[in-house]
């Protein structure tokens, strides 16, 4: 007989003193998660430790097993909650993962991962990958885009050296990229893992599987269209086949209540998992099964172009921090050439310090970090193409 999974991804919008009724969103979202419909739940923008807590209280006796992966200034937010038993976790936090100067982009204090949970479930282990990677703010100027294809294509490759000895490979989250970006691609094509929304089988027909929209009440007044930025991914192995027998959108509007559980919509996915008694390398679970080599290499040849522009981008950058503290110098100089008030001597002083420390700072050592960072992700992308250059040949 077949196992089945219902696994759940929210991204909770979970920023205390910042955002709208967070302990009002956090208790409905226990009390969702508490009613025993969900196996799997993989949760995103959990920044408080309370809040985490809050909602283990809630759940405990339905998704006894949980874990939060710790991460960055106040944590990555992402968290993962289980009825069956988590038997081992890991984390990987991503080399590039914006700008600590801006303070307005939490990006970076988030410090954002990929975990993942090994779970036992019906004689299969799963490895159950949660992630929340990096927002685009800027559609038209993407600042970040070189991050977020970085984070999605280390994402992958964490993915492809990890799953080969689960029985099935899942991963949810908020992916912060659409179908027919660069960065989901890479995901999809570099792990083999299926789209459980398009491969379900059945779907509402009145359901558009978008998680970001208009419709949402904290959207109001947003010029955003309805995008897809949550999903819920699976992979088979020779071992045992996966399907997605139904998956929707949820958690809307919370019920009796005039506001809705977060400004994402949840995703969820019915799973139907099938132990395989002789496995075969013809079986369409196995992770030999990869999307065609050209695409694959295509895609890996446009990243690595956005890699170098990058890279090449860091040098004037390094430039303008350069002036910045050639100038703060020789407005030190000037100060102590100067009779000034002794306040007004003070002050320009302490700038004139900052302006040199802050400078050095940015540009010998955040900016050649980010060029070392981008080095990394561009070469790991050209080993790839290498190999799969030898390959084809």
């Not at 992916?175 to 491969?199: C, H, R, V, Y």
């Not at 996915?269 to 099938?274: F, N, S």
């Amino acid at each position: 007989m077949p196992a089945h999974l219902r696994v759940l991804t929210l991204n909770c919008w979970g920023i205390s003193y910042l955002v709208p009724k967070v302990p009002e969103r956090f208790h409905a979202i226990g009390e969702e998660l508490a009613t025993g419909k969900y196996d799997l739940v993989a949760l995103q923008e959990v920044w408080s430790v309370a809040l985490y807590e809050q909602l283990v209280s809630q759940v405990e006796d339905v998704l006894p097993y949980h874990h939060y992966f710790y991460s960055g200034w106040n944590g990555s937010g992402v968290c993962v909650f289980s009825k069956h038993p988590i038997i081992g976790v890991y984390q990987y936090r991503f080399t590039l993962n914006g700008h600590a100067h801006k303070l307005f982009h939490l990006d970076w204090y988030g410090g954002k991962v990929v975990g993942l949970c090994r779970i036992q479930y019906a004689g299969t282990e799963i490895n159950f990958y949660a992630s929340h990677t990096h927002a685009e703010y800027d559609r038209v100027n993407d600042e970040y885009k070189a991050h977020r294809v970085s984070q999605a294509f280390e994402l992958s490759q964490f993915i492809r050296h990890t799953g080969h000895s689960a029985d099935v490979n899942i991963l949810a989250g908020d992916l912060n990229t659409q179908p027919f970006e660069l960065g989901l691609k890479i995901i999809q094509s570099n792990t083999g893992m299926g789209d459980a929304w398009l491969g379900a089988e059945h779907k509402n027909t009145e359901d558009s599987g978008m998680t970001w929209c208009p419709e949402n009440d904290y959207h109001a007044g947003c010029s955003d269209p309805a995008m897809r930025l949550d999903y819920v991914f699976y992979k088979g192995s020779a071992r045992c086949r996966v399907k997605c027998v139904h998956c929707e959108t949820t958690m809307h509007k919370v019920p009796g209540k005039p506001f809705n559980y977060s400004d994402h919509e949840g995703v969820l996915a019915h799973l139907e998992l099938e132990k395989v008694s002789e496995p075969s390398d013809d079986n369409p679970g196995n992770s030999a099964n990869l999307p065609d080599i050209p695409q694959h290499d295509d895609l890996l040849s446009e990243a690595v172009s956005i890699m170098d522009e990058a890279i090449a981008s860091t040098a004037s950058v390094r430039w303008f921090y350069g002036v910045v503290l050639l100038l703060s110098f020789l407005l030190f100089l000037l100060i102590s050439s100067l009779s000034l008030p002794v306040i007004l001597t003070l002050l320009l002083n302490l700038l004139s310090a900052f302006g040199i420390l802050w400078s050095f700072w940015m540009g010998v050592v955040v900016t050649e970090t980010e060029r070392r960072g981008l080095l990394a992700t561009r070469t790991s992308m050209q080993v790839l193409l290498q190999g799969s250059v030898k390959k084809r040949n």
